[in-house]
């Protein structure tokens, strides 16, 4: 436990750090985290339909009813990652790396669990810059910067309970918290030109729920299928988004500053998934995906009749839906060998933006997973993992920046026999 203390303390720390590179996480909440743990990954994010005893399951809560009665599981993950990105022929590359989650669960009673943790719900981070020229002599430079740092995290804790054979329900109560800033400076190598900076900054303190089913049909002595659904509810989140413009010109210096009365919205997200087991050893499953962010509005700032406004845009979002195909293979948890005992991972996703960036539908999302469940075996433990996988994701949009991301995703899920009744001859 002192070690699961220890860890989520770096995690809060880490957390005010980015994860992220990408000139897409300018717009709306940033880009949006995948929300998953180290043998998800694997699978590309597959796991509503997913009951493992031996794992921590938040994608879908209902799942923590499966958690084994013996022990305590305590999970953490990290990642890195190499983007590159093209525009108009030109390339550039960028390397991050992040801790990425820590979460933990255990049986509390017959038929319920609970787990606990942190993880990353948005991340913002980008650094760049174009320069050209004001006048056909070339004389007069200006540039546009355009920066930006922070993101949105949650701490949850949830139950799982299985009030009836084969079918569970539970609940994540999340406690939403961050920051961004976002700056746009409009420079001029003139001295005597005016200085324009815009800087949007949001900081939020909220909740989120996340409520998920599963229902497990027997099909016959080697064959299952389980259904899992999730439904997270959506609302205003309590936060007042700001804008400033600040004009600078020699040694003056003018600011403008324009709030937004709880002025960033929670959409209400759906997801439904269906999960073949053959034999505890081949898993295949689908996942789907509804984030209604179509319904929600964002602070956008703008000239109306030569007044500069900053106000609520309700056509700034789009509804984004999520399609995932992925699955496992394991021979045997019980074999002797040791690659008999080797968890193999892969996955494939679709993903449509949900942002529109001036006025078009932003990057779509294609990328593909393929990792090991390495098991930890000796005298002590059999029953812990390390979770290795490798990622590439493609998000590309019609006369748009193309980012290609390659990234490493490494977990280490510990699983103790904490409750296990000795005896004493």
């Known amino acids: 436990m002192f070690c699961a203390i220890v860890t989520m303390a770096i995690a809060l720390t880490a957390s005010a750090q980015s994860g992220t590179n990408s000139p897409y996480s300018q717009y709306g909440l940033g880009v949006l985290s995948d929300q998953t743990s180290g043998f998800n990954r694997g699978m590309n994010g597959l796991g509503v339909g997913f009951r493992e005893g031996n794992q921590v399951n938040f994608v879908n809560p209902a799942s923590y009813s499966s958690i084994d009665s013996l022990t305590f599981i305590f999970d953490a993950g990290v990642s890195g990652q190499i983007s590159n990105f093209n525009e108009n022929g030109v390339k550039k590359n960028a390397k991050n790396a992040d801790f990425e989650y820590v979460v933990a669960g255990f049986r509390l009673r017959k038929h319920v669990g609970v787990s606990f943790g942190i993880l990353p719900f948005t991340n913002v981070g980008y650094n760049f810059s174009s320069t050209s020229t004001l006048n056909e002599d070339r004389t007069v430079l200006y540039s546009n910067t355009y920066s930006g740092s922070g993101g949105i995290h949650q701490a949850y804790v949830g139950f799982g309970w299985e009030p009836f054979r084969r079918f569970s329900f539970g609940a994540n109560v999340a406690y939403l918290w961050g920051n961004y800033e976002r700056k746009v400076t409009n420079a001029y190598s003139e001295s ?83 999960l073949f087991d053959h034999n505890n050893q081949l898993k295949l499953g689908v996942d789907y995906s509804l984030q209604k962010w179509g319904s929600t509005s964002f602070p956008v700032y703008g000239v109306e009749n030569n007044t500069p406004v900053y106000k609520l845009s309700p056509d700034y979002f789009m509804d984004r839906h999520k399609i995932t195909l992925g699955g496992e293979y ?18 494939v996703s679709y993903a449509t933006p949900y942002v529109k960036i001036n006025g078009q539908d932003g990057p779509r999302e294609l990328s593909v997973s393929a990792g090991f469940g390495i098991p930890i075996m000796n005298g002590y433990n059999n029953r812990s993992f390390l979770n290795i996988s490798g990622q590439w994701v493609r998000q590309s949009g019609k006369g748009m920046i193309t980012e290609n991301t390659f990234r490493i995703n490494i977990g280490m899920t510990f699983n103790e026999r904490w409750f296990k009744k000795w005896q004493v001859d």
């Open 330 to 347: 394991c021979k045997g948890g019980m074999m002797r060998r040791f690659f008999d005992r080797l968890h193999y991972r892969a996955g």
């Open 192 to 274: 005597t030109a005016k200085t324009l900076d815009k800087v949007y900054h949001l900081s939020l303190n909220d909740y989120r729920l996340d409520f998920g089913a599963q229902y497990t049909l027997n099909l016959n002595k080697k064959n299952m299928v389980t259904v899992g659904v999730t439904y997270s509810p959506g609302h205003r989140l309590n936060a007042d988004p700001e804008c400033l413009i600040i004009s600078s010109v020699s040694t003056s210096r003018d600011t403008t500053a324009f709030s937004v009365k709880d002025g960033v919205e929670l959409p209400t997200m759906i997801s439904a998934g269906l």
